[in-house]
């Protein structure tokens, strides 16, 4: 009987070794495409002025810098999401293209690189007195870079501190 047991042992060990690291990979890139799906689910609701969106993908507390040009330093998400509502009224569209992603997950906490090409278009006068654009602009188009925290919560990952740099002076068409 000793020997059956040990026997038992043995094969549960072995299984285990080579089993639970694949189970954790697994469960790994889970947790990363999750992580990158609400990332990308955030930029779409900027997007989409879809303020209720928005807030559901982040905690209550979050900060973001550098989010809008008046916001330069670190500022509660809502004072940002107000400025968007304000492009919104203005009829200024917004295409985010979100890219070179790149998510590391490490127990509950995540972050998140990315790059946004960002193509703010004005295609009437009010949009574009908004933005202060010259006469003949049409649209701009700016990358930013971008770097985001999440952590896993019993409704999911939320974002809890973003951050955004604009990468180079905007093409203008």
């Known amino acids: 009987m ?35 799906n609400v990332v990308r ?27 809008m040009p008046s916001l330069p330093g670190p500022a509660p998400v809502s004072k940002g999401l107000d400025e968007l509502r304000a492009y919104k009224e203005a009829k200024v569209k917004l295409i985010n293209r979100p890219h070179d992603v790149v998510v590391q997950v490490h127990g ?9 090409d960002v193509t703010i278009a004005f295609e009437n006068d009010t949009a574009r007195a908004f933005v202060r654009a010259g006469p003949n602009e049409r649209e701009w188009i700016i990358p ?21 740099s604009v990468m180079s002076t905007p093409a203008t068409k």
């Not at 779409?44 to 989010?67: H, R």
């Open 144 to 164: 930013y870079a971008e770097s985001e925290v999440l952590l896993r919560t019993p409704q999911g990952w939320r974002i809890v501190l973003g951050h955004s």
């Open 41 to 67: 689910a955030f930029e779409q609701a900027v997007e989409d002025y879809d303020f209720d969106k928005c807030n559901s993908l982040l905690m209550p507390q979050t900060e973001w810098i550098g989010a």
């Open 2 to 36: 000793p020997r059956l047991i040990r026997l038992f042992a043995a094969t549960a060990l072995a299984v285990y070794v080579l089993v639970a690291p694949g189970t954790r990979a697994v469960a790994q890139q889970d947790d990363k495409k999750a992580v990158e």
């Open 108 to 116: 509950d906490v995540a972050w998140v690189t990315l790059i946004v």
